[in-house]
DNA sequence: CTTAGTGCAAAACATTTGCAAACCA
DNA sequence: TGGTTTGCAAATGTTTTGCACTAAG
């Protein structure tokens, strides 16, 4: 069992949470995709394949309990579902992705380099910044090559 | 007529597309409420109530046809349905937004600042970036006095 | 035990599509 | 007139909900 998972038992039992089988499951499948960005139905999918009997709207379920929780954080990139990703439990920010337009890849950058830029929006709109979500769209490195 | 609506006119002409009464109609909400982040539903709901007999796929293939044509761009906030706003002419790169979450309101900014930002993903991730999406959450001035 | 959590199926939304009728160029 | 565009209704895809059953604490 991993660090991670331990964090999810203590987090649950902190909140009131049970828990189960299907949660740990879920949070398990999480942990080890990570970089996919899975969205609910492809978790609902691979759960499936393991034969695990877990509903859909447990998962839709469990996925909108960690994100109350903060253990995992919305994505979303206009694909036409909300993909999730772990928290990074470093930082108050999230992550800033980068969306290839070519091969459709999700890269993660964790620069947390916005802060200058927050700032100044407090000074010139008077809006007090707690988080923000950056996407930069263009080709990687991958592609470019090709 | 507004020189918006110029614009619409020619740009259908320059791309084959037909000026139709309701793309007129559904260009003239989304200038007069730019503001608003108009979403496809509240545009057909607003053009019902003119009578205008306009049906909602219309709305959405209209609005589809006017982000091909980059008049309009998408912009998600994650409440479950997906947001248009005027594109800048003077600017190749989106709006940022600042989502209050105390009333839900939806600014924009039009700075550019994060060009220093885009060099870095460059060079650290070889990441070609053409565009970004940013989102700053936090509380708007009006909130944060009251 | 006792309440929270689950699976299922139905419902609720947002969005897309097929098609005959209407309309712009 | 002829190919687009439209409105309608049905279809699709994602997410939510009601409810009887199950299981965690």
Chains 1, 2 share one sequence.
Do not use: W
Request: proline residues 1%; glycine residues 4%.
């Amino acid at each position: 069992m991993s660090k991670r998972n331990i964090d999810l038992k203590e987090q649950l039992n902190n909140s009131s949470y049970k828990l189960t089988g299907q949660r740990q499951a879920i949070m398990d499948l999480l942990t080890e995709n990570n970089s996919e960005h899975l969205s609910a139905d492809e978790i609902y999918k691979m759960l499936s394949e393991k034969n695990t009997g877990i509903g859909i709207a447990t998962v839709y379920r469990t996925l909108s309990m960690l994100e109350k929780l903060k253990l995992i954080t919305k994505i979303n990139i206009d694909d036409g579902c909300v993909r999730y990703q772990l928290s990074d439990p470093r930082s108050e920010h999230e992550h800033h992705h980068l969306i290839c337009e070519c091969c459709g890849c999700i890269q993660d950058i964790k620069d947390d380099l916005l802060e200058s830029l927050e700032k100044q929006v407090l000074v010139e709109n008077g809006f007090h910044v707690y988080n923000h979500k950056v996407k930069f769209y263009g080709i990687c490195k991958k592609c470019y090559i090709e």
